[in-house]
Nanobody
């Protein structure tokens, strides 16, 4: 069973920054960050696939940056640098992985991913 562990959540003021980290016990060709606020659906935030292509939700574009420290196509670590935080960014953030994926993957769809972490809470106050 693949283990996925997130870290780096916490509290920040609006306009501040946080950096999330994710480590998986198995390298994957697709990794992504999702978030879920109370009473809302889990939504994709940002993803990276084997060729380095990144995808962002509209709400994250220009403020968040997804990255990995692996130069290999298969990756086991993932980061999310979150700047210019807003109160509406408050949510539980989850890292998700999928061992193999092709170009047809919907990178911000939660249905595409097999393995999930337990989440890390991000709270942004105004």
């Amino acid at each position: 069973q693949v283990q996925v562990l997130e870290s780096g959540g916490g509290s920040a003021q609006a306009g501040g920054s946080l950096r999330l980290s994710c480590a998986a016990t198995q390298s994957s060709y697709c990794m992504a960050w999702f978030r879920q606020a109370p009473g809302k659906e889990r939504e994709g935030v940002a993803s990276i696939i084997s060729d380095g292509t990144t995808t962002y939700a509209d709400s994250a574009e220009g403020r968040f940056t997804v990255s990995t420290n692996s130069k290999d196509n298969a990756k086991s670590t993932l980061f999310l640098q979150m700047n210019s935080l807003k109160p509406e960014d408050t949510a539980m953030y989850y890292c998700a992985t999928r061992r193999f994926c092709g170009s047809a993957i919907r990178p911000l769809s939660k249905d595409e991913y097999n393995f999930w972490g337990q989440g890390t809470q991000v709270t942004v106050s105004s």
